[in-house]
């Protein structure tokens, strides 16, 4: 059934099973949100904690130095980071400085194809968590994707998932 009264109905068009009924991307957002509210709030904290634990524990200067590398770090920093994307976790956001967001991000559990290592990143990127959940969804875990930062002017990028390319392989003459 098709909603296509009152004055936007020309220009737009609400599929809906019955009155009242929830559009996907609105019961996309209330899932998000329930699985934020159950346990998951320090997940994000955990990764801060353990660096922080190897400083205070590191039995060198150098080691400390180097205790605090491989922290959480954010989808704007993986912009053309081959990865294979081994899970993730949706934990509820405390900022209210982000406009449009769903209120939550993911924790994402990664491997960089090109060095082997495990990494862990953050997003509330809403095209990537829709994704993330179709995923799951679909056992298409894990996953080879990377994150393609896509400028939309003013010095601002919309971060999305995309597949990696498909390169041919040389051929032999």
């Not at 994307?85 to 967001?101: A, F, L, P």
Request: proline share 4%.
């Amino acid at each position: 059934m098709t909603d296509s009264t009152g004055p936007a109905a020309e220009s737009e068009v609400v599929t809906r099973t019955g009155p009242g009924a929830l559009r996907p991307y609105e019961k996309f957002v209330k899932s998000l949100q329930m699985q934020a509210e159950t346990g998951n709030t320090e997940r994000g904290f955990e990764v801060s904690a353990q660096m922080m634990d190897r400083v205070l524990t590191a039995g060198t200067e150098a080691e400390m130095w180097d205790a605090d590398e491989g922290g959480l770090l954010a989808g704007r920093d993986l912009d053309d980071v081959w990865q294979q994307i081994k899970g993730y976790t949706v934990v509820k956001s405390t900022r209210e400085d982000i406009e449009g967001g769903f209120g939550v991000y993911a924790v994402i559990d990664a491997v960089n194809l090109h060095t082997g290592e495990a990494f862990t990143w953050e997003t509330g990127a809403t095209g990537i968590l829709s994704k993330l959940a179709w995923l799951h969804a679909n056992d298409k875990f894990p996953v080879r994707c990377m994150v393609k930062a896509v400028n939309v002017g003013g010095g601002r990028a919309v971060l999305k998932l995309r597949p990696l390319p498909v390169i041919a392989a040389p051929t032999t003459a």
